[in-house]
Nanobody, 125 residues
Framework: QVQLVESGGGLAQSGGSLSLSCAAS????????MGWFRQAPGKEREFVAA?????????YYADSVKGRFTISRDNAKNTAYLQMNNLKPEDTAVYYC?????????????????WGQGTQVTVSS
């Protein structure tokens, strides 16, 4: 079992920055992939970014956030992060931390085994 607790998010202006954190507990943190998904009102949950298990630490990004968002993980703190720069109004959504899923070019939310509670990110124009 893995428990995920998110923090961060909030309100930012277009072009601004926000950061999200996801603290994990339970299974050995370094043994599974971590990622972020988001869900805007009326839309399906979509992949944002992922980082593979600790030994590889390869990162993957959705095309819509590539070059603006950075995912990282600190295995000593059992925490994953998402740094969001140059935010756009279309980034507005509830952001969910995800753990333990097969990492590929576009991971599916259906394959995620553990979810955080979600945190709101709102970007004003």
């Amino acid at each position: 079992q893995v428990q995920l607790v998110e923090s961060g998010g909030g309100l930012a202006q277009s072009g601004g920055s926000l950061s999200l954190s996801c603290a994990a507990s339970g299974r050995t943190f370094s043994s599974y992939a971590m990622g972020w998904f988001r869900q805007a009102p009326g839309k399906e949950r979509e992949f944002v970014a992922a980082v593979t298990m600790a030994v590889w630490r390869a990162t993957y990004y959705a095309d819509s956030v590539k070059g603006r968002f950075t995912i990282s993980r600190d295995n000593a703190k059992n925490t994953a992060y998402l740094q969001m720069n140059n935010l756009k109004p279309e980034d507005t959504a509830v952001y969910y931390c995800a753990a333990d899923f097969p990492v590929r070019l576009t991971p599916s939310p259906n394959e995620v085994n553990y979810w955080g509670q979600g945190t709101q990110v709102t970007v004003s124009s």
